[in-house]
């Protein structure tokens, strides 16, 4: 599974931005892509989640970006957005795209995108 992430980029504090994903896997055969979603690492700092959305659409935020954040998602395409609104200083990460590919079996693995930067200025 390759995932191309992409949208990243400068915005003012308070700005709008907004992130996509494309999966190179269709689902097929024994193998479907279940959660996706994005993760963020700032430097310093450890990765961490900032939404995931599972192939049934149920939803999980970050405390820090709930209320301003929304992740969204296209089963038929394994296409992930990340729409991030009211954007703070503290967003400034590369921000990376996740998938969780399941196969009929139950067996889980995790792929990553290259990630993109987000820099919000102050």
């Known amino acids: 599974v390759q995932l191309q992430a992409s949208g990243g980029g400068l915005v003012q504090a308070g700005g709008s931005l907004r992130l996509s994903c494309a999966s190179s896997r269709s689902d097929a055969g024994y193998a479907s892509i279940d959660d996706m979603g994005w993760y963020r690492q700032a430097p310093g700092k450890q990765r961490e989640l900032v939404a995931r959305?599972?192939?049934?659409?149920?939803?999980k935020y970050a405390d820090s970006v709930k209320g301003r954040f929304s992740v969204s998602r296209n089963n038929a395409e394994n296409t992930v957005w990340l729409q991030m609104n009211s954007l703070k200083a503290e967003d400034t990460a590369v921000y990376y795209c996740?998938?969780?590919?399941?196969?009929?079996?139950?067996?889980?693995?995790?792929?990553w995108g290259q990630g993109t930067q987000v820099t919000v200025s102050s």
């Open positions: 996740y998938a969780k590919l399941i196969t009929i079996y139950g067996e889980t693995s995790d792929y």
């Open positions: 959305i599972s192939r049934g659409g149920r939803t």
